[in-house]
């Protein structure tokens, strides 16, 4: 930073205590990731064909230079000349850095009214990230005139591992795509794009020396649809794969933008494709078909020497084509059952002196590590790669929580933090009636934003060991290149700035703010991007009255004013304002929206609610719900509201194992003629419906007696068991869910507790 400047910036330090925050300054332009230091001053540079830039015959500088180039050029018609020597105004110029520039990745970007001036270490990413800082001030509009505003930013990234992971496996996304993929990592500065290559629904990256990984592996003939529970499958052939031209055509463009590609080979399990090219890979021998639905499967690679030389073979032409430092090897979700009974592994079991077939993963994964640093490499895996003791030079992906990381670093391995509970976006950032059909959870714009990467249990020295962390993308239900886009925007601008800027200086109300200005930019590049960002969280509470409830609307008031109707139309500008929560005690449906300067932001919101006699009744149970599955209480039962997906959320109640025995007390004597309850099927999920429901009655709560056995009803897909009955004057109605207690033989989960899970409880 120029030295005119570094009293100035002092002083300011000095009165506010730490570096500006980018909304406490009007104007303050909205850079993603938050810079570490960054000031505005008066006025303006213009950028026009009249501008040139300053710069040695560096490579790599180069190479920034030409991207930035080409850049204007796309979407401003406009390319600048490089010169040798400065003119006397209206350049940008890069300087060559001193010996105190510290950090390859840093940069000092200073706009002035006649000139802007860049410096980074030589031949590091810092030009390339102050360039994408200057195309984030330039404005989104074209027509514009590319007025930069004055600035001083001087900055530099918190962690060195700033990840992005796309699954190619599930479904595949040609080269063109991958290179958009990887400018929109670029445009966040993040520098680790991990491409997910084999898993068992495809092999995607050509191995010459054993073509049939891509003549049947690549291809599978047809692919699941729709929820996972329905296990329905069309017939239409699908695959792809990348040859090693390919491959080394986005390496290098990846790495034009500072980009390090980490390729993941998965090992020892999702490996059905692999073993359906070659089915000696396997303990079995027989011959598979490459997977067409999702899960994970029994059939992995054996522990015979022959696999394992297939697999150094298939790490001889891969490693080439990847010059970074790390290989991801996988390592998750290997199930050990044709381990046990296979006789070569039970083997190599006895001949390694191995405890048991988690060590002989061990074994495996080390084996590889082996290989793998023999060859200049280290691999990363899964944080399952710690079962029975962690490979010597092995890093650690913890994708589970956070708990595997923490052992790694205590073991001082190298970890990159991407637990699903914030770093997983194939799941739902808004309500799912809102959102495409996504495989489930909710991990919202704001949760990633709160993620901190190193956690407070490790010791100073430990947490060195956290490199970064990562987003993943897995691609089950992500079947388009713009649902990729939906999914990851704007989460991975949240992700970057938590990477990059230091915790004391993040601040969410100022990250919103810029984030919303940046959906300018994207519109410009063409992305696609989720609006979850206004969504309205909508939820029930309890009434003071019986047979009603009020519904609660909550959004972030920064971002608008909801409004809402209750007699089915859309709402609009002049719609109610909502002030306190909503009276509902009928039948009703609720839309809502939110509007800023009378413009519509995101979309409307639609909900129904049905009251009956059980609505905000008292409810007891026997047997309390699993913790993991009792976020709204006994009131979820009757909220008026029914789960609005047949998914896992917070309208189910769970019991693992046990009966459901709930007791609705009514607020007085009441005829009742039919009970209802609304109950959830999932075989593959260990969920199923109970075995039958009784329907008791009682008008004191102590002597009950019997309205009869439920029937399920499946009409019109809900899953409800139903009870008619004679009218009859009751206060007290005990339902009673019989658990199906172990699943049986032959059905996913065999011998573990069944589920049973409640959604609603309807009296009329």
Same mark, same amino acid.
């Given at each position: ?41 008066? %006025? ?21 230079? #030409? ?11 406009? /390319?600048?000349? =490089? ?20 950090? +390859? ?38 027509? $514009? ?102 491959? !080394? ?21 999702? #490996? ?12 079995? %021998? /027989? ?35 990847? &010059? %970074? ?21 039970? +083997?190599?079991?006895?001949?390694? *002196? ?59 391995? &190298? ?32 949760? =990633? ?14 947490? @060195? ?28 601008? @949240? ?54 409830? +009020?519904?609660?609307? !909550? ?15 859309? &709402?609009?500008?002049? @719609? ?69 997906? &047949? ?14 025995? #709930? ?33 008791? #009655? ?23 068991? !139903? ?10 109605? *005990?339902?009673?869910?019989? +658990? ?5 033989? %032959? $059905? ?17």
């Amino acid at each position: 930073m120029k030295k005119r400047n570094s009293l100035l910036l002092s002083g300011l330090l000095a009165l506010c205590g730490a570096c500006f925050s980018q909304a406490a300054i009007p104007g303050i332009p909205t850079l993603i990731p938050k810079p570490q230091m960054i000031v505005q001053e008066k %006025g303006s540079f213009l950028l026009s064909a009249n501008t040139t830039i300053v710069a040695s015959d560096t490579p790599s500088l180069q190479e920034d230079i #030409a991207w930035f180039n080409d850049y204007l050029n796309r979407y401003y018609h406009l /390319k600048l000349q =490089v010169v040798a020597s400065a003119p006397k105004s209206n350049y940008i110029r890069f300087e060559e850095p001193g010996p105190e520039t510290a950090g +390859n990745e840093s940069y000092e970007l200073d706009v002035e009214h006649t000139k802007i001036r860049i410096l980074a270490k030589a031949n590091g990413a810092g030009n390339f990230y102050a360039l994408q800082s200057l195309v984030q001030l330039l404005p989104a509009d074209p027509h $514009k005139p590319l007025l930069v505003p004055c600035v001083q930013v001087n900055d530099a990234p918190r962690f060195q591992w700033r990840g992005m992971h796309l699954d190619v496996s599930r479904h595949f996304f040609p080269v063109s795509f991958v290179k958009r993929y990887i400018d929109l990592i670029a445009l966040y500065k993040m520098n680790t794009f991990h491409w997910h290559l084999t898993d068992d629904q495809g092999w995607r990256i050509e191995i010459k020396r054993y073509p049939e990984l891509t003549r049947t592996g690549s291809m599978r003939k047809g692919t699941m649809v729709g929820r996972y529970s329905n296990q329905e499958y069309d017939s239409i052939p699908y695959g792809g794969y990348y040859t090693q031209e390919e491959v !080394k055509d986005v390496v290098a463009y990846a790495a034009k933008r500072h980009i390090t590609v980490v390729p993941e080979i998965e090992m020892p399990g999702h #490996a059905v494709a692999a073993i359906a090219s070659y089915p000696w890979l396997s303990c079995t %021998g /027989k011959q598979l078909e490459v997977e067409r639905g999702w899960g994970v499967f029994e059939d992995v690679y054996c522990t015979k020497d022959s696999v394992f030389h297939f697999l150094e073979n298939v790490l001889d032409e891969v490693i080439p084509l990847f &010059p %970074g430092t790390y290989i991801h090897i996988g390592g998750d979700e290997s199930p050990k059952v044709r381990w046990k009974s296979c006789p070569v592994c039970q +083997n190599v079991i006895r001949r390694e *002196k191995l405890r048991d077939e988690h060590e002989l993963q061990s074994y495996f994964i080390k084996r590889i590590e082996t290989y793998v640093s023999s060859k200049g490499r280290r691999i990363i895996g899964w944080d399952e790669i710690l079962e029975g003791g962690l490979a010597p030079n092995a890093a650690v992906m913890s994708w589970q929580g956070q708990d595997g990381g923490i052992a790694a670093a205590k073991e001082k391995h &190298p970890v990159v933090m991407s637990p699903v509970s914030h770093c997983y976006f194939d799941y739902y950032q808004a309500s799912p009636a809102s959102e495409p059909l996504a495989i489930g959870g909710y991990i919202p714009l704001e949760k =990633v934003y709160a993620f901190e990467p190193v956690p407070e249990v490790l010791r100073p020295e430990e947490q @060195a060991y956290v490199m970064g962390a990562q987003g993943n993308l897995w691609t089950e239900y992500v079947l388009s290149e713009k649902h990729v886009e939906h999914m990851v925007m704007p989460r991975m601008a @949240a992700l970057a700035e938590v990477l990059w800027t230091p915790k004391d200086q993040r601040d969410e109300t100022d990250f919103l703010v810029r984030i919303q200005n940046h959906f300018q930019l994207l519109d410009l590049l063409g992305y696609t991007y989720a609006k979850s960002l206004y969504r309205i969280a909508a939820k029930t509470i309890p009434s003071d009255k019986a047979g009603s409830v +009020n519904l609660e609307l !909550k959004a972030n008031a920064m971002l608008g004013e909801i409004r809402y109707t209750t007699d089915g139309t859309e &709402p609009g500008p002049d @719609a109610a304002l909502y002030k306190e929560p909503i009276p509902i005690n009928k039948d009703l449906t609720v839309k809502s929206a939110l509007f800023k300067n009378r413009e519509m932001k995101g979309g409307v919101m639609s909900g129904s609610y049905h009251i009956n006699k059980a609505t905000n009744a008292s409810v007891s149970f026997k047997e309390a719900p699993h913790k993991s599955y009792s976020t709204g209480g006994a009131f979820t039962l009757v909220n008026g509201e029914a789960a609005s997906s &047949p998914r896992i959320n917070e309208q189910w109640l769970g019991w693992n194992g046990n009966d459901m025995e #709930a007791v609705i007390k009514l607020e007085r004597e009441e005829r009742v003629r039919e009970v209802e309850a609304g109950f959830l099927h999932e075989e593959l999920s260990w969920i199923y419906f109970p075995e039958r429901v009784d329907v008791l #009655a009682s008008s004191d709560g102590i002597s009950y007696y019997s309205l009869g056995k439920a029937d399920i009803d499946l009409t019109n897909g809900k899953r409800f068991v !139903k009870l008619r009955t004679d009218a009859r004057s009751v206060r007290y109605i *005990k339902i009673i869910a019989k +658990n199906r207690g172990k699943i049986p033989g %032959g $059905k996913p989960g065999a011998g573990e507790n069944a589920w049973l899970f409640c959604d609603e409880i309807i009296i009329r």
